[in-house]
């Protein structure tokens, strides 16, 4: 049985190492390959960052164990912040007008390899967007067509952006959007 837990940024310590294992099992293969030293950086640099920033949210899916078989996070988006200045940017003023004034930048989503093809993308995808009172959701991922594209497209996101090459990268990028329901 998998169970989901919403956290804040205050909240997600002892869950941690868990995250960072996920994360390690998912962007560590086909198709991303991420070194370990890019794993490191995670771990100790851009998730403590995240989690600093305002309106941070994590959803973890816990075994019966309570050990951690994924993770997804997100937070308030906006100007002076990495992904905005670079991605959001490029979206043009209207673009931007209509999907970046006030969104929820979903940032990662990861299952680990024994856990996958259970559903639990799609439940973590889905408590993290639940209830949040945002117009919107932005989020970029591989072009290329991957497990998580998918799950995005089949949950109603739209692509706002394609084969976008950002500096450094070795693979292009797409945007996509996605209306949030603000009950």
Known sequence: MTTI???DGTRIGPFRQGIVDVYRQAFGGDPYYEE???VQRFAGD???RHAERGAFRCVVAL???RAVVGFAYGYVGGPGQWWYDTVASRLGPERLRVWARDYFE?????VSTPARRRGIGGALHDALL???PHRTALLSTWQQETPARRLYRARGWTPLLEDVLLPGA???IVVMGRPLDRR
């Open 106 to 110: 979903f940032v990662e989503l990861a």
């Open 36 to 38: 370990e030293e890019q």
């Open 46 to 48: 851009t998730l403590p």
């Open 170 to 172: 070795t693979a292009p």
């Open 5 to 7: 837990e919403v956290l």
């Open 130 to 132: 639940e209830g949040l």
């Open 63 to 65: 075994d019966a164990g």
